[in-house]
Antibody, heavy 117, light 107 residues
Framework: QVQLVESGGGLVKPGGSLRLSCAAS????????MSWIRQAPGKGLEWVSHIDASGTTIFYGDSVKGRFTISRDNANNSLYLQMNSLRTEDTAIYFC??????????WGQGALVTVSS | IVLTQSPGTLSLSPGERATLSCRAS???????LAWYQQKPGQAPRLLIY???TRATGIPDRFSGSGSGTDFTLTISRLEPEDFAVYFCQQYGSSPKTFGQGTKVEIK
């Protein structure tokens, strides 16, 4: 079955950087759009970024544009999110999800990112 | 597009019918609206897409309807495992946006 496992979360100071990874299995990774969606503590959901199957079409939400970079490695079934210039408002659980052109039909368990001094 | 869900909290008993609303600030193109269920400490799960199509493995007590700016998720008879938070999401316009959620709690 579809499995998405995030890693790389943690505590970082404002202005710092962090790289999230998502290991995918149970489906043909190279056939699918992939996304990062975040949820601030006790809050709703925000679509952070998505990338098409080949890695050529990319979307970023306005709140992360210019600071975050999404990428993928189809040979290793992996999705990444490089997060730079982190702010306290970036504190959230970051979910890796399959899909992204429309909706997300499978989600990982999430990685907690805490930005605090 | 801003999605407004109501009510914020719905208090019902198992076996009762739940009706959740999602209202959009603009017309949602082609009824491109999805519903997700999220339980505490878990990732969201896709329930409905295209406003009314159930995702794989979703029981038929869950149904979606609506078009334009008004959409509804109905749970015909609440099972104990259905008490959770439900989010709507539109994908007809960029950026894709979510509603703030409706919590269905046990009365």
């Amino acid at each position: 079955q579809v499995q998405l496992v995030e890693s790389g979360g943690g505590l970082v100071k404002p202005g710092g950087s962090l790289r999230l990874s998502c290991a995918a299995s149970g489906f043909t990774f190279s056939d699918y759009y992939m996304s990062w969606i975040r949820q601030a503590p006790g809050k709703g959901l925000e679509w952070v970024s998505h990338i098409d199957a080949s890695g050529t079409t990319i979307f970023y939400g306005d709140s992360v544009k210019g600071r975050f970079t999404i990428s993928r490695d189809n040979a290793n079934n992996s999705l990444y999110l490089q997060m730079n210039s982190l702010r306290t408002e970036d504190t959230a659980i970051y979910f890796c999800a399959r899909g992204g052109y429309k909706y997300a039909n499978s989600w990982g368990q999430g990685a907690l990112v805490t930005v605090s001094s | 597009i801003v999605l407004t869900q109501s009510p914020g909290t719905l208090s019902l008993s198992p076996g009762e019918r739940a009706t959740l609303s999602c209202r959009a600030s603009q017309t949602v193109t082609s009824s491109y609206l999805a519903w997700y269920q999220q339980k505490p400490g878990q990732a969201p799960r896709l329930l409905i897409y295209g406003a009314s199509t159930r995702a794989t493995g979703i029981p038929d007590r869950f149904s979606g309807s609506g078009s334009g700016t008004d959409f509804t998720l109905t749970i015909s008879r609440l099972e104990p495992e259905d008490f959770a938070v439900y989010f709507c999401q539109q994908y007809g316009s960029s950026p894709k946006t979510f509603g703030q959620g409706t919590k269905v709690e046990i009365k």
